[in-house]
């Protein structure tokens, strides 16, 4: 859960200054979603579920679907709408959610594992 708090929080930061242009907020949101995602792939890299009980195929599921890449997709989508000139800061609602209910559904898994 902590690592949920810990991107948002880094993105509220680059996000709240006052005056910032918007090709600059995109440039360090696609700078975040792309260090993010690099570090939380290369701590993922060859750990596997292993097991036979149906906790064990969610969280293999879990694993192949990889809801951690999923919020650095979209923040990265995010970066790279604002670089264009758009208002893509409205993709970071849908990275918020994403990265909860994996915080959430991370936790029953270590609590039922």
Do not use: K
């Amino acid at each position: 859960m902590s690592r949920v708090w810990g991107d948002f929080a880094t993105i509220a930061g680059s996000a709240s200054g006052a005056g910032t242009p918007g090709w600059v907020l995109g440039l360090e949101l696609v700078a975040i979603a792309v260090g993010c995602g690099v570090a939380m792939g290369m701590i993922a890299h060859g750990r596997h579920p292993q097991g036979d009980g149906p906790e064990d195929s969610l969280a293999r599921l879990l694993d192949a679907v990889s809801l951690n890449l999923l919020t650095m997709l979209l923040v990265l989508v995010a970066g790279c709408i604002q670089l264009a000139g758009d208002d893509g800061l409205y993709w970071l609602g849908p990275a918020i959610v994403v990265a909860l209910v994996n915080g959430v559904t991370n936790a029953w898994l270590f609590l039922t594992r």
